[in-house]
């Protein structure tokens, strides 16, 4: 659902960084798997999983996920002003990232600091898995991404990527995130 509210706010041109609070009050959502979504400090709108008691209430046999974005709330920040990139010139590179982090880590707190340490030839990031079970470590969980690398002026040379990766593995690590090799 995360990614379905960010791929409509980026589709109507808002480039602000989204967050998410997990500290809404809305009983009708499943505790610690709910969250209100920021723009600017200011709540346009929430996200969350259904709580199983409302699923059994209205005979709904799976879990449901639901997005609400107040639209009157983000109209000041829509752009529909596009610009044209051109195809790139110079291939990407991708790596993948694998660790188990306390459960009370939040998921937008690994982005940032991707987003931070990732460096300029940080071109995306995409979370791809989460997983907590019997196979994981108590209290934790585990968590991937697929990070892309491109280089505007040349082809990306490992040395290239080694730098800002290891720049993130050393914040993740202290978040408390225990690499998967």
């Known amino acids: 659902m995360k990614g379905v509210i960010e791929e409509f706010l980026e589709k109507v041109g808002i480039t602000n960084k989204i967050t998410y609070d997990p500290g809404t009050d809305r009983p009708y959502l499943h505790p610690g798997r709910k969250a209100n979504v920021m723009l600017k400090g200011k709540v346009v709108g929430y996200l969350g999983e259904v709580h199983p008691r409302v699923c059994n209430n209205y005979e709904i046999g799976e879990k449901t996920y639901i997005g609400v974005i107040d639209m009157p709330a983000i109209m000041d920040l829509v752009n529909y002003t596009r610009r044209y990139e051109g195809i790139p010139k110079f291939p990407a590179v991708t790596r993948d990232i694998s660790m188990m982090i306390p459960k009370d880590v939040m998921v937008g707190s690994i982005e940032e600091v991707i987003a931070k340490r990732g460096g300029g030839h940080l071109e995306s990031f995409s979370l791809f ?33 080694t730098k800002p990766m290891d720049k993130i593995c050393a914040a993740l690590e202290e978040l408390g995130a225990e690499l998967r090799k």
């Open 129 to 161: 898995d989460i997983y907590e079970g019997s196979q994981i470590k108590e209290g934790f969980k585990s968590v991937a991404y697929t990070l892309t690398f491109r280089g505007k002026e040349k082809t990306l040379e490992e040395a290239d990527i």
